[in-house]
């Protein structure tokens, strides 16, 4: 009578995640490092996407090895990214019992039409997005959890803001449409018709949405669950800081206390030097990974 | 809005919102009428007639109450006899190994990874049937002392117990549409009032 891997299954991890802070970790000693600061979850990927930027060339799936080696060193659920439409990948992860994959456009896409059908996976998938239709259509591929994408590997927020602003603000404008409008929204958002429904109704993602993408301060936390996120990601910011031990407790205590001004400037004292950071106008757009999956 | 009674009757019913579905533990309160505070520091403890930990990161949580210096005030809550109730990482806040609120041994991630995580109808002794009980990377109870009452069981494992005015439970009653394991606490919550008054 034990139905495993159900959506609601799937989906209620994303609940428990929820408030959290997830980060990227590269080995067994960050991810130590990660969960002692408090993080909810942790990402094992070989590269943080800073470091993807810089040295180009094809971002895969990380060696198997090292992200055992990163389940085997910690408690807390662990998370690995599969290449946009890498199927076979997903099934490699899926076979390591990972808790969470992201497809993910900081790797590069192994396919350009098709993002991997979810539905047949028993683990929960988390994607990316930039707006509504695209959040809709990830789900409606069996998505069990949304992240904006903002811009990874750049420690700007900008992009961040803009997909959280863009993802609420179309939600809201759902709000007070007919049924022949939702149909007509549907088709512009190019969404499937009955989670546009759904979330015309209730207001909100049927799925709990992260954001991602440029967080690098304790007030970029706090900025960012004021926008509506649930919790956040925080890739290259923490373990390209002067202080990652400080920094990753301190963007968890803004994520909890994101309300209070004076508990986020507490967290954001004597951290040191942020990340190096790239400003995202200034990427050529060849060099953009939230335009990546469609 | 409130079924029923006036603001002086309506009980208040904390969530510790230090990390996980706090949200979902607040809108079920709410539909069931009682009024719904989120629990962040000691001062947020203050006239609350009970509370819940929710499922989240147990990892996480724990870091956050040693942040916030919240174990002594939440054994003090216990102390004065209000009922508190823990839902999955809830559980194991609750156990001899945390706050030490209830006398069981949780063990963690007991069921598995996420792969393992399941739905199944369970009977934990309400009335209507079984609850339809959501198990995620969850937690059973490895062992108990003679006070703690064992109310349901998966494999031989305690899922739900009770000792006194704790309640436990290694699922998430918070994500479903069935609210008859919060409204088994509110009663709870509601008794102790009264009994108090």
Not at chain 1, 18 to 40: L, S, T
Not at chain 1, 72 to 98: D, S
Not at chain 1, 154 to 167: F, K, Q, S, Y
């Amino acid at each position: 009578m034990r139905d495993e891997a159900t959506f609601k299954v799937k989906a209620g991890l994303a609940e428990m995640l929820k408030g959290g802070v997830i980060m990227d970790v590269i080995d067994q000693e960050q991810a130590r490092i990660a969960e002692a600061a408090g993080a909810c979850a942790v990402m094992a990927l070989e590269r943080v996407p800073s470091d993807i930027r810089r040295d180009g060339g094809v971002a895969r799936m990380s060696d198997p090895e090292m992200i055992q080696s990163i389940q085997e060193a910690v408690t807390i659920p662990v998370m690995a990214k599969a290449r946009i439409g890498h199927f076979a990948e997903a099934q490699v992860l899926e076979a390591l019992e990972v808790d969470y994959i992201d497809e993910s456009e900081v790797l590069t896409p192994a396919d350009e039409a098709n993002h991997i059908d979810k539905w047949p996976f028993k683990v929960p998938f988390v994607c990316g997005a930039t707006n509504l239709g695209e959040a809709l259509r990830r789900i409606g591929e069996g998505a069990a959890m949304i992240r904006s994408k903002g811009e990874a590997g750049t420690g700007d927020i900008v992009e961040a803001v803009r997909h959280l602003r863009t993802i609420n603000g179309e939600i809201k404008r759902l709000g007070g449409l007919s049924e022949a409008e939702i149909a007509t929204a549907a088709k512009d958002h190019a969404a499937p018709l009955e989670l546009v429904r759904a979330v015309a109704a209730s207001g909100r993602l049927p799925v709990v949405m992260f954001c991602a993408g440029g967080i690098a301060t304790p007030a970029d936390a706090s900025l960012v669950m004021q926008l509506g996120a649930e919790g956040v990601f925080v890739g290259s910011g923490i373990f390209k800081s002067a202080d990652p031990e400080a920094r990753a407790a301190a963007i968890v205590e803004a994520t909890t206390h994101y309300e209070v001004p004076e508990r986020v400037l507490r967290a954001s004292e004597g951290l040191g030097a942020a990340m190096d950071s790239i400003e995202s106008r200034k990427l050529e757009e060849s060099e953009l990974l939230s335009n990546r999956g469609w | 809005m409130p079924p029923s009674g006036a603001a002086g009757d309506q009980i208040t019913v904390g969530v510790l919102a230090l990390q996980g579905d706090f949200e979902a533990h607040g809108l079920v309160l709410s539909r069931l009428g009682a009024r719904v505070r989120e629990v962040r520091v000691p001062a947020d403890l203050d006239g609350l007639d009970g509370l819940v930990l929710p499922g989240g990161e147990s990892t996480t949580i724990t870091l956050g109450i040693e942040r916030e210096r919240l174990a002594d005030p939440l054994r003090a809550f216990h102390a004065s006899g209000k009922p508190i109730f823990g839902t999955c990482a809830g559980l194991i806040m609750l156990d001899r190994e945390h706050l030490g609120i209830i006398d069981i041994r949780a063990e963690r991630n007991a069921f598995g990874r996420q792969v393992r995580s399941f739905e199944a109808p369970l009977e934990i002794g309400v009335d209507g049937g079984p609850v339809k009980a959501v198990f995620i990377r969850a937690p059973w109870i490895a062992e108990h002392g003679p006070s703690v009452e064992i109310l349901a069981e998966v494999e031989g494992h305690g899922v739900a117990a009770r000792e006194g005015a704790v309640l436990v439970v290694s699922f998430h009653p918070e994500l479903g549409d069935d609210d008859r394991v919060h409204e088994l606490f509110l009663q709870s919550v509601r008794d102790a009032r009264a009994a108090a008054a």
